[in-house]
């Protein structure tokens, strides 16, 4: 069964939650996630699709393991994943634990599942207030993630949510984000053009006490001069952050375009290196060929994939299932 966003978060139990659904309609609902991820993630699916058919379903050799293994790195799984998977699969295939095409089809999204779930990739919400860092390059959806996580927060799980507009250096974040606050319902603090981004941190914090809030959310630059103009600004958030609450910040996302393939794992790794990235948001995921970059981060960098954007909507924005990713890709 797909997550759910109480499924994704820890919360305390002696908070209010959103209310309950029967049995029927939580699995109708999930069965409808389920459709929409798989029909959200066609191209990468078709990619490999084809390819499997035509492998899998016909008479194994080695041209066989060669042509999946260049689908699963086509559709950018990575080559050390890629490795590692075909290794295993071609091992029990030829040791006679796995055979026929749908057992072997089933195999392979079992071991594309185990490899993306990696990590804690729940989001614990019970320090109060919790502080969330965002961070990512510009145009990965950082600030529209940002957005959408509050309105789930507020209106799924009914916390009080603050926003904070620290990527300061660009008007149109700020106004891009006090839209989605108006939207959600929920409090928003902003600073003047060019201001410190610290400042607004440390304001959001204060106005999440003052108000009795149970998450701040924080959305930060995502372009400067150089890579270690940006490190630095993040570094000096993190650090004003420290000072109010010295375990904070409790959750660091991770924004990366699907479609950026390779080069979103890359700036996985520059951001990982440089800030205590806890998980990974991975957008645009519906307008890619691309998709099993969710399996070379995992793999690659042992980063949990804790959200998805498959679309613009707001359901579109859902807790990350390896399970049902894995499946919706092969299947």
Known sequence: MARDWNDLFIVDASLPSSAGED????????????????????????????????????????????????????ADVGAS???????????EATGGSVSGGEALTNRLTELLAEIAKTGEDRIDIRPN????LMVGVNGTGKTTTVGKLAWHLRHELGRKVVLAAADT???????????????????????????????????????ARREGADVV?????????????????????RRVIAKQIPEAPHETLLTVDAT??????????????????????LTKLDGTAKGGIALAIAHDLGLPVKLIGVGEKLEDLRPFDAGEFARALVS
């Open 23 to 74: 049995a029927s309609g939580a699995a109708e609902r999930r069965s409808g996630v389920f459709r929409r991820l798989r029909e959200n993630l066609r191209k990468t699916r078709q990619a490999l699709a084809s390819e499997i058919q035509a492998t899998l379903f016909e008479d194994l050799s080695e041209e066989t393991w060669e042509r999946l293994e260049e689908a699963l790195i086509y």
């Open 81 to 91: 994943t890629t490795a590692k998977v075909v290794e295993q699969l071609e091992r």
């Open 129 to 132: 207030p919790t502080v969330i």
């Open 169 to 207: 250096f660009r008007a149109a974040a700020v106004e891009q984000l006090e839209v989605w606050a108006k939207r959600a319902e929920v409090a928003f603090v902003k600073g003047p053009q060019g201001a410190d981004p610290g400042s607004v941190a440390f304001d959001a914090i204060a106005t």
């Open 217 to 237: 959310i924080i959305d930060t630059a995502g372009r400067l001069h150089t890579q270690d103009d940006l490190m630095g600004e993040l570094a000096k958030v």
């Open 260 to 281: 950026t393939g390779q080069n979103g794992l890359r700036q996985a790794q520059m951001f990982s290196a440089s800030v205590d990235v806890t998980g990974i948001v």
